[in-house]
């Protein structure tokens, strides 16, 4: 196997809720085959993630196989929701600007509002070609993302993790490590690098598919939750604002945009390009 190589894929169909790990999945133009889809939005057409809701943790949803999904949650029965056909288009609000959706069914607005005992409804991004740019301080002209934070793909390191977690176990708050990787809500997993060696990758190729590297991911509370357990703690924002702070970003991870598509697949040699 390959010096640098993909330890694991996820797709996470629902914005802050658990999705899947297959072993292969194909590369859009906007990110991983339905990995954020869909969200949920509040009252005032917000979406909702587990910075406002840590409970969405606990939540999972998996793809049907035919653009639908099945979400499931402690405490309720599962649902399939089917993607919504041709509808009024919603504008909602992430982080501040407004993106066009399409409601799903009012059964699951009914579902996800019954598990988070507040008003929530089920949204779906029908047109990511055109719905939804990349930032464009970071983009190429065209370049679109899904429901994503902001960037078609994340990337991680099982070294950089090591180094995190060994950093956490000589600070101020060792009893919350060491961290799995769920707490960073990764796309792709790679194992045979040096601890923060994706910080310098401009251009990857996986399998098939090609990639740059926009930007080190800046990360949020949301790395803070127990992804098993929705409880908060201080880690890792405590450590990475002493020891991985690039510009205003207490980084973890790379942000990725696909330049040639593909398909990648766990086990797939990971190439730096440059």
């Known amino acids: ?31 991983l085959s339905g990995d954020r889809r869909w969200a949920l939005v509040d009252a005032g057409g917000a979406v909702i993630t587990q910075r406002q809701q840590p409970r969405l943790a606990l939540a999972a949803a998996r793809p ?45 607005a009914d579902w996800f509002s019954d598990y988070l005992g507040v ?26 993302v899904s429901l994503a934070d902001g960037y078609p793909l994340l990337l991680t390191t099982d070294a950089s993790l090591d180094a995190l977690n060994s950093l956490i176990a000589q600070g101020d708050h060792p009893e919350e490590g060491p961290l799995p990787m769920n707490r960073f809500r990764p796309n792709v997993v790679v194992s045979g690098a040096e601890a923060w060696a994706e910080d310098g990758w401009g251009r990857l190729a996986i399998g098939d598919a090609v990639f740059r590297g926009a930007r080190e991911c800046s990360r949020c509370i949301v790395t803070t939750t127990d992804q098993s357990t929705a409880r908060r703690g201080k ?10 702070r690039i510009g205003k970003s207490l980084a973890f991870g790379r942000q990725l945009v696909p330049v040639r598509l593909g398909t990648v697949r766990v086990g797939d040699e990971v190439r730096v390009l440059g």
């Open 119 to 144: 008003p929530a409804r089920l949204v779906h991004l029908d047109d990511p070609a055109v719905r939804r740019p990349v930032d464009p301080a970071y983009a190429l002209p065209g370049e679109t």
């Open 1 to 31: 196997m390959a010096n640098l190589y993909v330890r694991a894929l996820h797709v996470h169909p629902v914005k802050s809720v658990a999705g899947t790990a297959p072993d292969e999945v194909a590369v859009e133009p906007w990110g």
């Open 235 to 244: 880690e890792p924002l405590a450590t990475l604002a002493r020891h991985r």
């Open 64 to 108: 049907t196989g035919d653009g639908g999904i099945a979400v499931s949650a402690p405490g309720m029965a599962g649902l399939v929701v089917e993607v919504p056909g041709p509808g009024p288009l919603e504008p909602v609000l992430l982080f501040g600007k407004k993106v066009e959706t399409v409601a799903a069914a009012s059964a699951a």
